[in-house]
């Protein structure tokens, strides 16, 4: 399926879509896309029905992350419409702009075409009843986030962070962009990940690699929900790698903590 510019922006977007959730954060490689694919699959284990949109246009990584690197998305025609099925994998749909264009053209891909290839994800995915449609946006701010609120109701977004100095301070940058009055998108809270480490053979240490509480304590002054801390822990990056996030296993010490995330943000 080849992206094409997108004309047909009259027709209500996603009305059986309840919650449009952007997940985002300053800065890159805090683990958002790991946050957003585990909570994906947390909230599918809970029952909902759950949509995701990897729109980090410059390092699309859910498809890896879903061991779903060669699968392509099929299309076909539903009432003389194009539409693009999704992939569906631990009970998520998911679409990734990383189906469409290698790692090495996305680069050179200026910011309209890699809006409109949003917005297509978003209007041309089969996508039926979704409780969540989670979107995985590249970090710090773009015309990707503008685009998003632009075509459709943005509910909220999530911002995800590691408890360090320098990420913090791309958050608040990133914080005030949803809130700003061009935006106006709610921001539902904060995710603290990798919040500690503990080693496998000393499970009651914690070690506070980034700093401890750096997001809780940013969340307390910017009078926003701390969503959740996520651990460092040696089997979400497996998990990652392997195509078989962790929240899979909700029973585990590990995918609890995402089963958890998913309660906070429901
Ligand atoms: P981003 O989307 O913010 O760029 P990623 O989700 O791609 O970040 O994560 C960056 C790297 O860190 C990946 O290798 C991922 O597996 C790893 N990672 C993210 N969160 C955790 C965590 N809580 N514990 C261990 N590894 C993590």
Do not use: C
């Amino acid at each position: 399926i080849a992206v094409k510019f997108l004309h047909d922006m009259e027709r209500p977007i996603l009305p059986q879509v309840k919650n449009i959730v952007a997940v985002a954060s300053g800065k890159g490689g805090v683990g958002k896309s790991t946050v957003a694919v585990n909570l994906a699959v947390a909230l599918a284990n809970s029952g909902a029905k759950v949509g995701l949109i990897d729109a980090d246009i410059f390092g699309p990584s859910i498809p890896k992350m879903f061991g779903a690197e060669d699968i392509r998305p099929t299309g076909e025609k539903v009432d003389g419409r194009e539409v693009i099925n999704p992939v569906e994998k631990f009970g998520v749909k998911f679409l990734s702009v990383g189906f469409f264009v290698d790692a090495e053209s996305a680069i050179i891909w200026r910011g309209p075409m890699a809006s409109n290839a949003l917005k297509q994800l978003i209007s041309e995915g089969n996508w039926g009843e979704l409780d969540y449609l989670l979107i995985d946006l590249p970090p710090g701010t773009s015309d990707i986030h503008l685009t998003l609120v632009q075509s459709v109701p943005v509910t909220g977004a999530i911002i995800v962070t590691t408890p360090q100095d320098v990420a913090l301070a791309d958050v608040i940058r990133g914080t005030s962009m949803f809130q700003s009055k061009s935006i106006d998108v709610p921001v539902l809270g904060l995710v603290e990940n990798m919040a500690w480490f503990t080693p496998a053979e000393l499970p009651e240490n914690k070690y506070y690699i980034f700093g401890k509480d750096g997001g809780k304590i940013l969340a307390d002054k910017l009078g926003l929900k701390l969503l959740g801390q996520i651990p460092i822990v040696q089997s979400i990056r497996e998990g990652g790698d392997a195509g078989t996030p962790v929240a899979a296993n909700g029973e585990t010490v590990t995918g609890m903590a995402f089963t958890e995330l998913a309660k906070s943000v429901k």
